[in-house]
T-cell receptor, first 117, second 117 residues
Framework: EAGVAQSPRYKIIEKRQSVAFWCNPISGHATLYWYQQILGQGPKLLIQFQNNGVVDDSQLPKDRFSAERLKGVDSTLKIQPAKLEDSAVYLC???????????????FGPGTRLTVT | AQTVTQSQPEMSVQEAETVTLSCTYDTSESDYYLFWYKQPPSRQMILVIRQEAYKQQNATENRFSVNFQKAAKSFSLKISDSQLGDAAMYFCAYRSSLTGANSKLTFGKGITLSVRP
């Protein structure tokens, strides 16, 4: 079974530029999460999708961050314009179904390390 | 809101010895899930072990076991017969048993484990 795929693995941009990250979840996983992991901290949820609908985006800085999950499969996270404090690892995770009960495991991708200079 | 605290930033263990990583959490919920994730330098988050709060028996996975103290809101990870491949960052995480937006993981800050040969 293929895991969660993310690209690119690394990205360096200057502040005020824009950047986009791509995530392909495990086949059949309805729920997709984007987490931000700042150096020295644990991951923090940015946005959660159930199929192609947003379940939780309360921690997403909507003035500069946007995300979509067209057709309920792949997802893209965009930052425009980037700030220095956006330097972090962006992790994508997927699970079977967060709307049903049960400890459905979240499977993580390898992450994208973003450096904003 | 739930919080997860890992107060030890770093720990070191001799190969083949046993080490215990500490974690405390705060929640007003009675049913939830607790996890330990391992994050090696490759950044891939790997699930180590899971504990359901309604289960009194501590979870065990090969060399990994937990000491779950629900009343004290404590959830420690014990690694027996430590191996060089165990060196990584370890994160304690909490997940509500509720569905939908409550399915996100809340992580602690993590602990860096080094294994001495």
């Amino acid at each position: 079974e293929a895991g969660v795929a993310q690209s690119p693995r690394y990205k360096i941009i200057e502040k005020r530029q824009s950047v986009a990250f791509w995530c392909n979840p495990i086949s059949g996983h309805a729920t997709l999460y984007w987490y931000q992991q700042i150096l020295g901290q644990g991951p923090k949820l940015l946005i959660q999708f159930q199929n192609n609908g947003v379940v939780d985006d309360s921690q997403l800085p909507k003035d500069r961050f946007s995300a979509e999950r067209l057709k309920g499969v792949d997802s893209t996270l965009k930052i425009q314009p980037a700030k220095l404090e956006d330097s972090a690892v962006y992790l994508c995770a997927s699970s079977l179904a967060a709307l049903a009960g049960g400890p459905y495991e979240q499977y993580f991708g390898p992450g994208t390390r973003l450096t904003v200079t | 809101a739930q919080t997860v605290t890992q107060s030890q930033p770093e720990m070191s263990v001799q190969e083949a010895e046993t080490v215990t990583l500490s974690c405390t959490y705060d929640t007003s919920e009675s049913d939830y899930y607790l996890f330990w994730y391992k994050q090696p330098p490759s950044r891939q988050m790997i699930l180590v072990i899971r504990q359901e709060a309604y289960k009194q028996q501590n979870a065990t996975e090969n060399r990994f076991s937990v000491n779950f103290q629900k009343a004290a809101k404590s959830f420690s990870l014990k690694i027996s017969d430590s191996q060089l491949g165990d060196a990584a960052m370890y994160f304690c995480a909490y997940r509500s048993s509720l569905t939908g937006a409550n399915s996100k993981l809340t992580f602690g800050k993590g602990i860096t484990l080094s294994v001495r040969p």
